[in-house]
């Protein structure tokens, strides 16, 4: 008797005691779905040890650093400076000040702009809040804001006719956080309902990096509501079809709930907090176990049909025990290799779904034997091809086997030309699709009015000098110069410019005076004097350390790709150490972390991908017996990445955080067929057969399971890809179509590979 | 001459409010304008002071620094006085000088002479309720509040945060302020100012300044050595510690003028 067959008897001779235990076991696991909770926090994506992160943070300890809200109004066309219009302005802007947790709300109303009036500097705001606007108030608005440096393009559209207001608010820390987010959240839409009622034909729009956090959970609550029911509701659908048994569907569709409970449920128990990007977890668990229902249901299929000696049931699960535990045993690697990830929801999804699976792989042998043992399904659907037909494909195969081999190499090379496209686009917004409001928000902002990317230079005076040394303000004067000229830059805020404008304004607005002032004194009177000059909810704090020793410089950026923003940080990172070594310094900011945070995810995920390569050939050639065909085996796994990512490149291009783990997600899965496939093949063999005929049995039995799970898996992570949020879009597709490839490659490479490569010992 | 009248005000509000409490109970208003009144009273009504003040601020992150300045009042009439702060600290705004007229009825003048440059500049707008120096107290928070700048309503007698007992008083701004209100707690021995809460325009609670360490001068005015000012929102904290409080010493009100800025060593 084989190790199965024992395994097998053992599972029959108690299956009342497994199935009691496995009751508790789901029950338990089940009950951690209260405790679920959903992250809305898009910092979460970032490890503790992302480098860019922690700088962030440094940054956040030293300035006073806020969230900022950005709110669009365009007024009706060809009335943007008339008085009513202003007046409407005005009112908004007075509006926007009774937003929760609000520091300072600027809008070209009250923004300060000084000049000099005799021996008197004004800093002044741009209109008079008391004073009524009449039509020459207006239009010496309209002069002013139209020639301000600081105006256009961040509060005023480039061409005069959108208006910008940021609203400016902290948040407090840690606990009261959701909540308050939600409370800003609540204002802003009220603040848009009630704009839209007031002011007919006017548009708002809102942006705002805070804006995305909660979408991330309200993502995550809509995967699950309607992805997982979905992939369900398809999994169902396709086993009606290719199953045609009532109790072999409801049987599997058990297993299929039991497992995604309590994948859930551990979730739960386990404090992961669902975000978009995990959320998805449970579905690829669901799709998962459902391929393994699909090769016992098969298997009992087949060995009714076969007129098998005894319980076909028992039988499908013997056949099946060892190639099933391996697939899952590999898939679970694969997952596991997740933790590889940096980015903390990656890593979590990999052990949710390893967790899970684990559960799948006991209920589909404590569950599946105990619903299916009196009720099995006598014979296929009859949409099924038969063993006949996958014989005869069989031949058609190997018939062309160099077809095959000449097809592959060809179309992995055009595969690699198309990896050399792909690039990575990070960014929170636009991990949101087209379908949130909070996206095309952004968009018509951006187009319209200005960046929405801010990134920031930590600048710092030579050993704890002050920052109003003149050299040290001319150096980051000619940098802050240097970026405003750069591509995709449409605002920098500096220092150096107030201090500019200042000296300007104290000389008589001489033209010859918009320079840094001589002396370290000099500069720091002047930036008293505007300091003293500011407003409520404004001060330099925002761009100076207390102690004055350093200083950061902002410049938001209008980019529609994270290219774009790498290659600024990237370019103004060597144009300081070449030009500047003084102040030489990273680029810093919440952008920049998004848009490197694939490629550090990536170079790590490397090891994980290495880590997995290598546990799972070690499995297949302990599993196999065969050094050969554990090697073998390596090319029908790693050509439909291979191939998948090619195809990516040539047609999306854009990769994201989610496509850095695909590679060794998938190879886990992939796996699965070439398991079932050579372990079959080689159990022929090893009965005597030809290398031809023992291919021709193993596609009668194993071709059409493997094709349907493929189908399966296909149709699962397809819908999946149906999120509105890209990280989950991209792991989706990209895995439905590496398992796509993987199929074509298990039919057709891998046969011509075994006949090629067959050898003389097994 | 600006104390007698100030007393003079203050007694006839004092009997005014004494007939309306044997006619009629005192409403909110009328308490809290009449404590107001008092402490006014009794802390006010001097000549001139000359003070030097410390401030340490600290940012929510730890970071901390100091700047240090002389400051010199004197009364010019009656809710009118004329300041001069003075910066000894740090080194590079070192002499630069603040000059207030504060006015009745009117708004406020105030200059900034730079020594670097050797130039004196009228400060335009708000220069008032924004922060001071980066620091958490805005100028009209380390001043000695008007009356009749605010509109005063009693709210309830309590411990106060320090200990002893508290009248506590809200008052609201008149005149254009960072604030849309402000809650006081003066003790009920001497009516000296405990602690104020602050809120801003849309009446949220933002800043928190608790003040102590008093002592007498003159046998008379009560002063403080030190005060706290935290800022809710931001998490940033400044104090202010008040060193060396002369009063009456005759200071002229001529030498708080544009010109004398210039003359500043």
């Not at chain 1, 000389?507 to 930036?527: R, Y």
Request: hydrophobic share 45%.
């Amino acid at each position: 008797m084989t190790l199965s067959e024992r395994i097998t008897q053992r599972f029959f001779r108690f299956r009342i005691v497994a199935l009691v235990l496995f009751a508790a076991l789901i029950i338990g696991l089940s009950s951690g779905i209260p405790r679920l909770e959903f992250s809305s926090d898009s910092r979460g994506f970032f490890g503790h040890s992302n480098k860019e992160f922690a700088y962030v943070l440094q940054i956040e300890e030293t300035y006073t650093i806020s969230n900022t809200l950005l709110l669009m109004v365009v007024p009706p066309p060809g009335h943007a400076f008339a008085p009513g219009t202003l007046k409407i302005l005005q009112q908004m802007t007075d509006d926007a000040w009774q937003m929760p947790y609000a520091l300072r709300i600027d809008s070209a109303i009250n923004h300060m702009h000084s000049y000099a009036q005799g021996d008197d500097i004004l800093v002044e705001p741009m209109l008079d809040e008391d004073a009524e606007i009449t039509p020459e108030a207006a239009e010496r608005f309209r002069e002013l804001a139209m020639a301000s440096g600081t105006l256009r393009n961040t509060l005023l559209s480039e061409n005069g006719d959108a208006y910008g207001i940021t609203i400016r608010v902290i948040l407090p820390k840690e606990e009261g956080k959701p909540a308050a987010r939600r409370e800003v959240e609540q204002f802003l839409k009220q603040l848009r309902d009630d704009w839209q009622a007031a002011y007919p034909g006017w548009e708002v729009r809102i942006a705002g990096g805070l804006l995305g956090n909660t979408l991330l959970a309200q993502v995550a609550v809509e995967d699950i509501l309607y992805l997982v029911p979905l992939a369900l509701l398809a999994v169902v659908i396709l086993f009606i079809v290719a199953l045609g048994s009532f109790a072999a569907v409801a049987a599997s569709v058990v297993v299929l709930v039991c497992a995604t409970l309590a994948t859930f449920g551990f979730a739960g128990w386990a404090n992961v907090a669902l975000t978009a990007g995990t959320a998805i977890g449970p579905l690829a668990v669901m799709v998962l176990v459902s391929t393994s229902c699909v090769h016992i249901v098969l298997g009992t299929i087949r060995a009714a049909e076969a007129g098998q000696e005894g319980d076909p049931f028992r039988y499908a699960i013997t056949q099946n025990l060892a190639p099933v535990t391996v697939s899952h045993l590999t898939t679970a690697f694969g997952f596991l290799c997740l933790n590889f990830a940096p980015s903390p929801p990656l890593a979590q999804m990999g052990n949710i779904v390893a967790l899970g699976l684990l559960v799948g792989h006991v209920s589909v042998f404590v569950l599946l034997p105990n619903l299916l043992h009196a009720a099995y399904p006598r014979r296929a659907s009859r949409l099924m091809v038969s063993g006949q037909d996958m014989r005869r494909f069989a031949q058609w195969v190997l018939g062309k086997s160099r077809i095959w081999l000449m097809l592959f190499p060809v179309t992995g090379g055009l595969a690699v030309l198309g990896i050399l496209r792909l690039d990575y686009d990070d960014n929170v917004i636009r991990y949101f699709d087209q379908r949130y409001e909070l996206r095309q928000d952004a968009e018509a902002i951006q187009q319209r009015l200005t960046g929405l990317e801010a990134m920031q230079f930590n600048l710092q005076a030579a050993d704890g000098q002050s920052v109003f040394e003149p050299e040290f303000l001319k150096a980051v004067d000619r940098f802050a110069v240097w970026l405003e000229a750069q591509p995709d830059v449409v605002a920098v805020s500096s220092l150096t410019r107030i201090i500019k404008d200042l000296n300007q304004s104290m000389n008589g607005d001489a033209e010859d005076a918009f320079a840094i002032a001589k002396t370290q004194p000099a500069n720091a009177q002047l930036l008293m004097f505007y300091e003293l000059s500011l407003p409520v909810g404004m001060d330099l704090n925002v761009m100076m350390d207390v102690d004055r020793t350093q200083t950061l410089l902002t410049a938001t950026l209008r980019s529609p790709h994270s290219s774009a923003v790498r290659a600024l940080a990237q370019n103004a990172e060597t144009w300081l150490s070449e030009n500047e070594p003084e102040i030489a310094t990273r680029a810093a900011g919440m952008g920049i972390a998004f848009a490197r945070i694939s490629h550090r995810n990536n170079s790590q995920m490397l090891f994980g991908f290495l880590t997995v390569l290598g546990l799972v050939s070690v499995t297949l050639v302990l599993t196999l017996r065969s050094l050969r065909h554990g090697i073998i085996s390596l090319v029908p796994n790693l050509v439909p990445a291979l191939l998948a990512f090619g195809l990516w490149g040539w047609t999306i291009g854009d990769l994201n955080l989610g496509s850095t783990v695909v590679t060794t997600m998938t190879f886990g899965i992939v796996v699965d067929d070439t398991v079932h496939f050579l372990m079959h093949y080689l159990r022929e063999r090893r009965r005597g057969l030809s290398v031809e005929t023992a291919l021709e049995e193993t596609f009668a039995v194993v071709g059409s399971s493997i094709t349907l799970t493929s189908i399966a898996l296909i149709l699962g992570f397809g819908i999946m890809s149906a999120s509105g949020f890209s990280i989950n879009q991209h792991i989706g597709m990209l895995t439905a179509t590496v398992i796509a490839f993987a199929l074509l490659s298990d039919l057709l490479l891998l046969p011509a590979l075994l006949r090629t490569f067959q050898g003389k010992s097994l | 001459m600006m104390l007698i009248r100030r007393t003079l005000f203050g007694a006839a509000l004092g009997l005014l409010a004494l007939g309306a409490g044997m006619a009629a109970a005192e409403t909110a208003e009328q308490r809290g304008l009449r404590l107001a009144t008092e402490a006014s009273n009794r802390n006010g009504g001097y000549e001139d002071i000359t003070v030097s003040g410390e401030m340490i601020l600290k940012t929510s992150g730890g970071q901390s620094a100091t700047r240090r300045f002389d400051a010199r009042w004197v009364t010019t009439g009656a809710g009118a006085s004329r300041s001069m702060l003075i910066f000894r600290w740090p080194g590079d705004i070192r002499n630069t000088a603040l000059l207030t007229h504060v006015f009745t009825g009117k708004k406020d003048d105030q200059w900034l002479y730079l020594p670097a440059m050797e130039r004196v500049r009228r400060i335009s707008g708000s220069g008032r309720s924004g922060s001071f120096v980066g620091s958490e107290f805005a100028f009209e928070d380390m001043a000695d509040q008007e009356v009749d700048k605010f509109k005063h309503q009693w709210i309830a007698e309590q411990n106060c945060p320090g200990g002893g007992r508290c009248h506590v008083i809200d008052r609201f701004p008149t005149s254009k302020s960072g604030y849309s209100r402000q809650r006081i707690w003066l003790d009920t021995a001497q009516l000296r100012l405990q602690q104020v809460h602050y809120f801003d325009r849309r009446g949220a609670h933002l800043k928190t300044l608790s003040v102590s360490g008093y002592r007498q001068y003159n046998g008379r005015f009560w002063r403080s050595s030190r005060m706290d000012m935290v800022n809710h929102l931001t998490g940033a904290r400044t104090r202010l510690n008040w060193k060396g409080y002369t009063f009456n010493q005759g200071l002229q009100k001529n030498a708080f003028t544009v010109n004398a800025l210039r003359r500043i060593r």
